[in-house]
Nanobody
Framework: QAQLRASGGGLVQAGGSLRLSCVAS????????MGWFRQAPGPEREYVAA???????YYGDSVKGRFTISRNNAINTVYLQMNALKPEDTAVYYC???????????????WGQGTLVTVSS
């Protein structure tokens, strides 16, 4: 059974930076595309970024140029460096194993522990 544990969230002022980490297990990490998602109050979970096994990266429009996704296969960890944070980035952030396809992506596991990011204005 997969385990996904995000950490690194906190309270930061607008314009500041945070680095999130997510340790993932239950699949062969080095062969899996990993994604970051976020959920602000409300029903929808928003796609943020993804990174393939060969380190190709993709970003949602709202974070392009501000966020950077990376991974360390040796320790089964995916990172999200968040710069120039805005109040609208406030959300609980999650990672997951994903499958990218022609129409978007598919999340492969149940959601694990997220980490709360709060950006004050």
């Amino acid at each position: 059974q997969a385990q996904l544990r995000a950490s690194g969230g906190g309270l930061v002022q607008a314009g500041g930076s945070l680095r999130l980490s997510c340790v993932a297990s239950g699949r062969t990490f080095s062969r899996q595309t990993m994604g970051w998602f976020r959920q602000a109050p409300g029903p929808e979970r928003e796609y943020v970024a993804a990174i393939t096994p060969d380190h190709t990266t993709y970003y949602g429009d709202s974070v392009k140029g501000r966020f950077t996704i990376s991974r360390n296969n040796a320790i089964n960890t995916v990172y999200l460096q968040m710069n120039a944070l805005k109040p609208e980035d406030t959300a609980v952030y999650y990672c997951n194993f994903v499958e990218l396809n022609d129409i978007g992506y598919r999340v492969l596991e149940d959601w694990g522990q997220g980490t709360l990011v709060t950006v004050s204005s």
